[in-house]
C-alpha cells in the first residue's frame, strides 16, 4: 500500500494550493480518506474527511476555505486550500482508513509566509 502527497510549497498569505494524494495497493473506492496536518512542536490533526459515499467534514479553523474531493477512477483525493494563512503552515498528510484498516501517506510541507 502507497499513498503519495504532493503539491506543497511556498505560498503567500491570501494564496491557494492544491494536494493531491494518489493511492495504491487499496480499493480506493470504499476507504474514507482524511487530510491532517501537523504543525512544528504540535500534534497531528485532521483537517477534512471524506467518506466513501462523498460525505464530507472539515476542522472549523479551515471551513469556507479548503475544500477535500475525490476521484475514484484515478485513486486521488484532493486537498484545495483557498485564503491561506500562516497558520496554515504544517506538513499536510493524507490517511485512508476503513474499519480496522488505516494507511497514511509522507506527508507534504506547506509553508505560508510573505
Known amino acids: 500500500v502507497q499513498l503519495q502527497a504532493s503539491g506543497g510549497g511556498l505560498v503567500q498569505p491570501g494564496g491557494s494550493l492544491r494536494l493531491s494524494c494518489v493511492a495504491s495497493?487499496?480499493?480506493?473506492?470504499?476507504?474514507?480518506m482524511d487530510w491532517y496536518r501537523q504543525a512544528p512542536g504540535k500534534q497531528r490533526d485532521l483537517v477534512a474527511r471524506?467518506?466513501?459515499?462523498?460525505?464530507?467534514d472539515y476542522a472549523d479553523s479551515v471551513k469556507g476555505r479548503f475544500t477535500i474531493s475525490r476521484e475514484n477512477a484515478k485513486n486521488v483525493v484532493y486537498l484545495q486550500m483557498n485564503s491561506l494563512e500562516p497558520d496554515d503552515t504544517a506538513v499536510y498528510y493524507c490517511?485512508?482508513?476503513?474499519?480496522?484498516?488505516?494507511?497514511w501517506g509522507q506527508g507534504t510541507e506547506v509553508t505560508v509566509s510573505s
Open positions: 490517511k485512508a482508513h476503513r474499519t480496522v484498516s488505516a494507511f
Open positions: 495497493g487499496i480499493y480506493f473506492r470504499v476507504y474514507n
Open positions: 471524506i467518506t466513501d459515499d462523498g460525505s464530507t
